[in-house]
């Protein structure tokens, strides 16, 4: 029987998800097992590979989430373990993740109590932010203005080019400092994500106390009105924290 891994639990606070009723992948029941001082929640694995479906990836995160519902986050918390881990038993788990880890998962853990992760994603209009840089700047309308009907050569065509694009950067820098300035001293820690899309200029998650999840909410709406609601934010303040449970293998 192959087994599909969502997360490490502590096996001390295994009482506190004793009752829970969850289906995983193919619909199978979620379970505990303790490998102490660890515990790994689990299904039977129906499949070798999982491909990463939205519905696969779906339905991972919600047995993480409903995980993290049902813990008090200032008594435990469970580490999300990566999408699509099938092993074939419980002695691969302990040889190649609990045993030589053993005291960086701790560290993990000991770190995440009391906290989340939030993740802040921005996307704007580069064209209307284009457009808006050249009305700003006057020299810049002024030479756009004067090549307006001309043929360009090449030069011209590669200087204008750059300055358009040094003027898209200093406002996309702007709003990220901004977003950075205000954010990063209400948080322990910081990682930036890559840009998924063409319109998305920033992606970051930041671990918060879990308390304090309001005052950063506030935050963001704050800095959403400073940039006049030209930027389309999307804050995500409940999910797994994927972000700062790293192992580094040597």
């Known amino acids: 029987m192959s087994l599909y891994l969502y997360a490490i639990l502590q096996a001390e606070n295994l009482d506190l998800i004793q009752n ?116 700003e700047n ?32 200093e406002r996309q820098q702007v709003i990220i400092t901004a977003f950075l300035n205000t954010l990063k001293p209400l948080s322990h820690e910081y990682a930036e994500g890559e840009l998924l899309t063409e319109s998305m200029i920033y992606n970051g998650s930041f671990l918060i106390d879990w308390d304090k999840e309001p005052e950063f909410a506030k935050a963001v709406e704050a800095l959403d009105q400073q940039f006049e609601n030209r930027l389309r934010i999307r804050y995500n303040d409940f999910t797994a924290p994927y972000n700062f449970v790293k192992v580094d293998r040597d």
């Open 20 to 135: 829970l009723d969850l289906q995983g992948m193919n619909a199978q029941s979620v379970q505990f097992h303790a490998l102490p001082p660890f515990a790994i929640a689990y299904s039977e694995a129906q499949q070798e590979r999982y491909l990463a479906s939205r519905a696969n990836l779906i339905t991972h995160e919600t047995v993480l989430e409903s995980l993290m519902k049902v813990i008090d986050p200032h008594q435990a918390v469970p580490l999300p373990l990566q999408f699509g881990l099938v092993v074939e038993n419980w002695e691969d788990v302990q040889r190649d993740l609990l045993i030589p880890y053993e005291t960086k998962l701790k560290e993990l853990i000991h770190n995440l109590i009391g906290k989340r992760e939030v993740s802040v994603k921005l996307f704007w209009n580069q064209t209307e932010e284009l457009n808006l840089a050249v009305a």
């Open 138 to 169: 006057a020299g810049l309308r002024q030479r756009r203005e004067a090549l307006v009907g001309k043929v360009l050569s090449m030069d011209e065509a590669i200087a204008i080019g750059q300055e358009l694009e040094s003027a898209i950067e």
